[in-house]
């Protein structure tokens, strides 16, 4: 070990070190379970479809505390434009390159370091403190944090507090705490006609001139303001085809993909049913499947909000704000048996790009907000 280095940074180091391009966990999990288990820490693998999946708790009590993350990382792209190797964790300018050191290994590393320092002070603190660990949140999602919540469903456990230690901050760490992240719902629709020669439209039926006005009033439908917390629900297209390559054909179906980002203010049952309303107001044959990548969920203000701002504070001297901008994340599957989910962590500038990072000086005061928000929820009330 480096003398100069903090624990967090040389376990930060360890884990980067490990090539868990998704699926793969590499043997991030065992490093990380030989550091909780003499910590009292019971540890167990809930694997399946080649993921690894770790549930390890600390305690029966209540309240129950989640740290939730993952050990995959995106492909590293090419290698060639990389500054350094993408696996062998690399100081420079202030900053510790590597893929995941944002995305989310420095979080992982901050979990663990801080339930150590957390427990070593308070050995038999109230509630209980449990991690969350997959190696399928980069990739399909589906035999990850979902397996793990199911099988914590089953046999009737419900969490109090999650914190996902997804990269949330933007200019600098502490900036900002997700709160809750929109849903996503996906359609791909085919919109049917008859193929015909183009100088023969009436022996054919053009289905981009039957679905033009539809679409066109899909882009210009407010589907809601938002509210407090979101931002206005966005309908997107992302994908059309249509045609045979041909300037004399008039093609015999359209497909269209687009999605939705919604808000807590719809339902994706809401969404649909305004959609096939617009679409059956034009009168085309058509045929329209639906994906729901995930629900919106929220965390309005309350104890895990107030207790991560107060860490913050205390830690960095700065106030966060909440946000539920970006994408999907695991958050939207930890909702279903959690009341209360936020996403912290480290600046997102570089993640999933080349030559990802993270400040050298950031890494352990991430590490001391968790462990600060674990002392709010579990010891304030106890040494009040």
């Not at 090539?19 to 030989?34: K, M, R, Y």
């Not at 964790?89 to 900053?95: A, Q, V």
């Not at 760490?173 to 809750?180: A, F, Q, S, V, Y």
């Amino acid at each position: 070990m480096n003398a100069s280095r903090s624990p967090t940074q040389e376990l930060t180091r360890s884990l980067i070190a490990r090539s868990s391009v998704t699926p793969e966990d590499a043997g991030c999990l065992e490093l990380i379970t030989a550091r909780l288990a003499p910590l009292g820490f019971v540890c167990e693998r809930i694997d399946g479809g080649g993921v690894s999946n770790l549930w390890a708790r600390r305690g029966t009590a209540r309240p129950l505390i989640v740290f939730a993350g993952h050990t995959d990382v995106v492909p590293t792209g090419p290698l060639a434009d990389w500054h350094s190797d993408p696996f062998v964790p690399t100081e420079r300018d202030g900053f510790l390159f590597g893929r995941g050191a944002a995305d989310m290994k420095a979080s992982l590393a901050a979990f663990v370091t801080s339930i150590e320092a957390f427990v070593s002070a308070n050995p038999a603190h109230p509630g209980s403190i449990a991690l969350l660990l997959t190696s399928d949140e980069e990739g399909d999602a589906t035999h990850g944090t979902t397996l793990v919540v199911e099988t914590l469903r089953a046999r009737g456990e419900t969490l109090d507090y999650c914190i996902v230690g997804e990269p949330t901050s933007s200019a600098t760490l502490g900036d900002t705490i997700k709160n809750g992240r929109r849903g996503s719902l996906s359609g791909k629709l085919t919109v049917k006609g008859i193929q015909g020669h183009i100088a023969y439209p009436h022996l054919a039926r053009n289905p981009i001139h039957l679905a033009a006005p539809a679409l066109a009033e899909l882009a210009a439908e407010t589907w809601d303001e938002g509210n407090e917390y979101f931002p206005p629900t966005s309908w997107q297209m992302s994908n059309i085809k249509a045609g045979t390559g041909a300037t004399n054909v008039i093609p015999g179906a359209l497909e269209v993909m687009f999605n939705f980002r919604f808000a807590t203010v719809h339902t994706a049952d809401e969404l649909k049913r305004r959609v096939h309303e617009i679409l059956d107001r034009h009168g085309f044959d058509y045929e329209l499947a639906w994906t729901l990548g995930g629900r919106p969920f929220l965390t309005p203000r309350g104890n895990l909000v107030a207790a991560m701002e107060s860490a913050i504070q205390g830690t960095l001297a700065i106030t966060p704000e909440l946000s539920t901008t970006g994408g999907t994340s695991d958050g939207r599957f930890i909702a279903d048996i959690c009341p209360q989910v936020v996403e912290f962590g480290p600046v997102n500038a570089t993640i999933h790009k080349l030559n990802e990072c993270i400040a050298l000086d950031a890494i352990e005061p991430l590490s001391a907000i968790y462990r600060r928000t674990l002392e709010n929820l579990l010891t304030a009330s106890d040494k009040a």
